[in-house]
């Protein structure tokens, strides 16, 4: 369980310094109270774009660790999964934003032209900029979807596997020698029948 949280964790703090080290900020200049930007739709977008590569891949890292637990994927193991996928989301979004408001990404963009501060000054209204936003609360989702999608896939390809290649790769086939196989008692010398 421990390895499990620990993981969990990793992949959140690894998803929110992703997306903040990927994801283009829009350029800021202060007006002397607080940091503003006029409005860049196309870096907002990018902005979610890559918050959903970010958590699609730690949401296929966490479909991967779903399948490879000891006792296999159960229904409980995928439902944690989903859950603590979107917790995760939830949280790396809350720290990438935390993070891209106190610090500049390396992807920030220059400082704004000296037309557009001389309109701040003049009072141009233009929206407060926090750094690193999710615009589209909808990209939330990706992360539990990439867990379903990675489960369902790895067990659809599973299912569809030949029986010869099951057989094949399982020491304990059907090959006359278990015990329990009627052939494999008659066989045995009587000697050593019960």
């Given at each position: 369980?421990?390895?499990?949280?620990?993981?969990?964790?990793?992949?959140?703090?690894?998803?929110?310094?992703?997306?903040?080290?990927?994801?283009?900020q829009?350029?800021?200049?202060?007006?002397?109270v607080?940091?503003?930007?006029?409005?860049?739709?196309?870096?907002?977008?990018?902005?979610?774009?890559?918050?959903?590569?970010?958590?699609?891949?730690?949401?296929?890292?966490?479909?991967?660790?779903?399948?490879?637990?000891?006792?296999?994927?159960?229904?409980?193991?995928?439902?944690?999964?989903?859950?603590?996928?979107?917790?995760?989301?939830?949280?790396?979004?809350?720290?990438?934003?935390?993070?891209?408001?106190?610090?500049?990404?390396?992807?920030?963009?220059?400082?704004?032209?000296?037309?557009?501060?001389?309109?701040?000054?003049?009072?141009?209204?233009?929206?407060?900029?926090?750094?690193?936003?999710?615009?589209a609360?909808?990209?939330?989702?990706?992360?539990?979807?990439?867990?379903a999608l990675?489960?369902?896939?790895?067990?659809?390809?599973?299912?569809?596997?030949s029986?010869?290649?099951?057989?094949?790769?399982?020491?304990?086939?059907?090959?006359?020698?278990?015990?329990?196989?009627?052939?494999?008692?008659?066989?045995?010398?009587?000697?050593?029948?019960?």
């Open positions: 369980m421990r390895s499990a949280v620990a993981l969990w964790a990793v992949l959140v703090v690894v998803a929110a310094l992703a997306w903040w080290l990927a994801a283009p829009p350029p800021v200049l202060t007006d002397g607080r940091r503003v930007s006029p409005g860049e739709p196309e870096l907002l977008a990018a902005q979610d774009g890559w918050f959903v590569a970010v958590t699609a891949a730690a949401g296929a890292v966490g479909g991967l660790a779903v399948l490879r637990r000891r006792g296999g994927p159960t229904a409980s193991a995928v439902v944690v999964g989903l859950v603590a996928a979107g917790v995760g989301a939830v949280v790396a979004r809350a720290l990438g934003g935390a993070l891209g408001g106190v610090l500049a990404g390396p992807r920030r963009a220059p400082a704004l032209p000296a037309d557009v501060a001389d309109r701040v000054a003049e009072g141009v209204t233009v929206q407060d900029v926090p750094g690193l936003v999710l615009s609360d909808v990209a939330l989702v990706v992360a539990p979807l990439a867990v990675v489960v369902v896939a790895v067990l659809v390809v599973t299912l569809l596997r029986p010869a290649e099951v057989r094949a790769e399982d020491p304990d086939a059907d090959d006359g020698s278990a015990p329990d196989h009627p052939r494999a008692e008659l066989d045995r010398p009587a000697s050593d029948r019960p």
